[in-house]
């Protein structure tokens, strides 16, 4: 440890520069596809909650996550040098982080198939309401038997709230093809709820306020 | 909370639970620490690397599909995360550890790596994969001994550090009450980062590396111990040496020239 005659100096913290966490899309994209690392810095500061969002809604809270975050900003940043001036970065980081998710979920499926992944349990929960943690280990579980093309519709128009034309952008699909997977999983989702006896209680005692 | 009126549950009902209840929040420590380990990633990649990975897995998934049967069940058991368990300490359901004894508690991973925790230390199991994992110390002393595999990737957090680790023996001390690191690489090398330093410090075998309040310095690890055992002394402080300030020296690789400073080299 360092002696305690030693004068303490003040801590220094790199912080974003002002200019470039103010930039707009087209200056911080380039900004950050030239290497600049404070423009990597503010795309993290101003992106990193929302993948991280959208890689736990969708995939549920694996160990995983942390890991797919970077390789979201590593293969956004890869990207960036080919995107349009008039490009707006928060569709692109989507739909880089739907590629990401996609693959991730294809993944998964092969790991249940070969028993590498077990089902969810409450205790992957970090809610601290039992009754929560139950609801959704239940879901998850509903989720994980939709393919993947089906949960991600269901997971960015339901849990992030993108509009039917935002979906079929960020996954590279026509209007209807979006449509129809999103139907489908509405149909499987709803179906397997209603049949869950501990989402459907769930579900009931918060509609009669015994829930939180 | 919302829900629907009626006595079946509704997709707002699963809206809800999910929206309510899972979110992208995390304490600004983990933010950075995320943000540290992607400019890390950044400073390693090199141009040119990405087309040569993809040619390097267009040619190896040609060679697995002819590989057949065996080379598939090769895949399947490499892709296997590392299991561990813990001895002489409390291990709870979110990775949580915390020594039971005087003893402290042991960690072993099934790559053969091992972990022990001094007494009164605790940490916590972010995440494991097959190459490695992640381990945050929450405060004390632990002592790790990483196996030096192929594509093994190991991180330790303490506090805003992250220490990054291939192969190595080291100590790590970490004081989450005044904000103290002090790492000591008895093998190998790695590299750590933190608000001191963004970019990295490369540490070789044989050195101590002490953060406090914003300043950071290496020092020869024989050197360190003997200023210990000795009075203390004040004697001027040397010049940093140019080789640890250089970013291109943060390739964790370790040199087989490198000789530990003779003196301290403070940031």
């Given at each position: 440890m360092l002696p305690s005659s030693q004068p303490s100096r003040a801590r220094l913290v790199a912080l974003p520069s002002p200019t470039l966490a103010q930039a707009d899309d087209a200056t911080l994209a380039r900004a950050a596809s030239s290497g600049d690392p404070r423009a990597t810095s503010v795309l993290w500061d101003r992106f990193s909650p929302l993948v991280r969002r959208m890689l736990r809604r969708t995939l549920g809270p694996t160990a995983e996550v942390e890991s797919l975050l970077q390789e979201v900003f590593l293969r956004a940043l890869r990207q960036?040098?080919?995107?349009?001036?008039?490009?707006?970065?928060k569709p692109f980081v989507v739909a880089v982080t739907v590629r990401v998710l996609s693959s991730e979920l294809k993944r998964n499926r092969v790991r249940r198939l070969l028993r590498l992944r077990g089902p969810w349990h409450?205790?992957?929960?970090?809610?601290?309401?039992p009754a929560i943690r139950t609801a959704l280990s239940s879901l998850y579980r509903i989720l994980d038997e939709l393919d993947p093309d089906a949960r991600l519709a269901f997971t960015l128009r339901?849990?992030?709230?993108?509009?039917i034309t935002e979906l079929a952008s960020a996954m590279d699909a026509s209007l209807s093809t979006a449509k129809r997977r999103l139907a489908r999983a509405n149909a499987r989702v709803q179906a397997a709820v209603t049949r869950d006896a501990a989402f459907s209680a769930y579900a009931t005692a918060a509609s009669l306020g015994d829930a939180p | 909370m919302s829900f629907g009126e009626s006595d079946s549950p509704t997709l707002a009902d699963v809206e809800a639970v999910v929206r309510e209840n899972v979110s992208g929040h995390v304490d600004g420590d983990r933010r950075e620490q995320g943000k540290q380990r992607l400019l890390a990633a950044l400073r390693h990649r090199r141009p040119g690397v990405a087309r040569q990975a993809r040619r390097v897995v267009s040619i190896a998934a040609a060679l697995g599909a002819l590989a057949g049967g065996s080379a598939y069940a090769w895949k399947q058991h490499s892709g296997t995360r590392l299991t561990y368990d813990v001895a002489g300490g409390l291990l709870s359901d979110s990775g949580y550890v915390r020594s039971s004894g005087a003893s402290g508690a042991r960690l072993t991973f099934s790559d053969g790596s091992r972990v022990d925790l001094q007494d009164g230390a605790r940490a916590r199991i972010a995440a494991v994969d097959a190459h490695g994992a992640r381990l945050a110390i929450e405060n004390g002393h632990a002592a790790l001994n990483v196996a030096h595999l192929p594509r093994a990737a190991w991180y330790v957090d303490a506090g805003p550090f992250v220490i990054q680790v291939t192969g190595t023996q080291f100590d790590v001390d970490w004081s989450s009450y005044d904000d103290t690191l002090s790492v000591d690489l008895h093998e190998g090398s790695l590299v750590v980062s933190g608000p001191p330093a963004p970019t990295g410090v490369l540490l070789r075998a044989g050195q101590r590396l002490t953060a406090h309040e914003g300043r950071l310095s290496i020092e020869a690890l024989e050197q360190a111990v003997q200023v210990a055992e000795s009075p203390p002394l004040d004697p001027p402080l040397p010049e940093p040496d140019p080789a640890l300030l250089d970013p291109a020296l943060t390739d964790p690789r370790p040199s087989p020239s490198a000789e530990p400073p003779a003196a301290t080299a403070h940031f």
């Open positions: 960036l040098g080919g995107l349009p001036e008039s490009a707006q970065l409450s205790h992957d929960f970090a809610s601290g309401d339901h849990f992030e709230g993108l509009q | -």
